[in-house]
């Protein structure tokens, strides 16, 4: 195979605050540059990256090309039809409108369109317009989850050969020993714990009526610690008055391995996740998970956790009391989420993807 000139959207990858699609974006770009021996990249930032953003490689090159808006349709567009590489990779849904060549797009979930409802109307739109475009257009896409694959077959018609499922690398939380947890977020002693933003796609409601419920049934109660900002259509009625419940708002990562830690077990049983991060992040912790039985956590938790039926409040209630009562069950899902957690990581998910971006550049 001759050497390939491979262009990559960074932009993502300098804003201010990480969430999950721009930590994706840093965390592969990273991972494909080290597992690179040979083609030349390229990457395109908006902003100006911060020196160590990226690891140091003879073979890849930066062009920072500012510009306030539409970024992605005009400028970025602009470049790559007069740099013309053998292929371009976009690691968030987005490809521009006027791309020429060959091009691979990550697709992490169609959320929007499973729960249109709770997406704002004008981002729901400009996901799906974009989405449909890039899966149209893309070479090859590559997808967060099995679960993923299937909605694009499903809202859009793209062929299963079309796609390849690259599982995101999910690291190990630090845990800070500096802090304590506990005082630092006014946590109970013994709690659960939901991480995530606090949003209706995340079955907020349902997690604390499970939880009203599990107190009716408990003589000493645990706490409850719903950790994360309040997102779109929050309803501050999902929590008031209901004793034991603790929320936290935005937890810092480096706090994130210690809440994990301390925790009886993670309660997750969001209603829809392309891939579910906080999941994995538990088992690595050692902390049990309960986990909903659709979407792609099935495939993250396997034999890992508990899966519940989202929509059960008494099935999350009693997986609840169970993980808390039995030790035998506690100590073979840590196990088993030690070994689980173990399969996800960014240097498979480099190889994978610099070996799409090959076969898109020669097909």
């Known amino acids: 195979m001759n050497n390939l000139r491979i262009a990559i959207d960074a932009s993502r990858t300098t804003v201010e605050r990480v969430t999950g699609t721009e930590h994706y974006a840093i965390e592969l770009i990273r991972a494909i540059i080290r597992c690179n021996q040979r083609h030349h ?18 073979l890849v090159t930066y062009k920072i090309i500012p510009f306030r808006r539409v970024w992605t349709h005009l400028r970025f567009a602009f470049e790559l039809l007069r740099d013309r590489p053998d292929v371009t990779f976009v690691p968030a ?16 979930d169609l959320g929007y369109k499973v729960f249109p ?63 304590d947890i506990h005082e630092k977020y006014q946590l109970p002693e013994r709690y659960f714990v939901f991480i995530g933003t ?24 645990t706490g409850l610690v719903l950790a994360g900002g309040k997102g779109w259509l929050y309803d501050d009625k999902w929590t008031e008055g209901i004793e034991g419940v603790r929320l936290t708002g935005y937890i810092d990562d480096a706090d994130k391995g ?48 508990l899966q519940v039926n989202p929509l059960d409040i008494s099935e999350i209630t009693q997986a609840m009391i169970r993980i808390e009562a039995d030790q ?24 994978i993807t610099l070996k799409m971006l090959e076969k898109a550049a020669t097909s």
């Open 198 to 221: 606090l949003q209706p796609r995340k079955n907020i409601t349902r997690i604390v009526q499970a939880y009203q419920q599990y107190r009716t049934l408990t003589d000493n109660p």
């Open 258 to 305: 210690a809440l994990l830690a301390n925790a009886i077990a993670l309660v997750f049983p969001s209603l829809y996740e392309g891939f579910g991060f906080p999941v994995i992040e538990a088992m690595h912790s050692e902390t049990p998970v309960i986990a909903s039985n659709t979407s792609s956590l099935p495939e993250l938790v396997d034999d890992a956790g």
């Open 93 to 108: 849904h987005t490809l521009p409108f006027f791309i020429s060549g060959k091009c691979v797009v990550t697709v992490h």
């Open 117 to 179: 409802d709770a997406h704002p109307p004008q981002n729901r739109h400009y996901l799906d317009w974009t989405t449909r475009f890039s899966a149209w257009r893309a070479s090859y896409i590559l997808t967060d989850s099995q679960a993923t694959t299937n909605d694009l077959a499903t809202y859009y018609g793209t062929r299963p050969e079309k796609t390849q499922v690259v599982y995101p690398g999910v690291d190990k939380p630090i845990l800070n020993t500096d802090i």
């Open 41 to 58: 990249i390229t990457l395109y930032f908006r902003d100006e990256p911060h020196v160590g953003l990226f690891p140091k490689s003879n």
């Open 328 to 351: 035998s069950l506690r100590t073979t899902l840590i196990e088993q989420g030690r070994k689980q957690a173990t399969q996800f990581t960014w240097d498979d998910a480099g190889r």
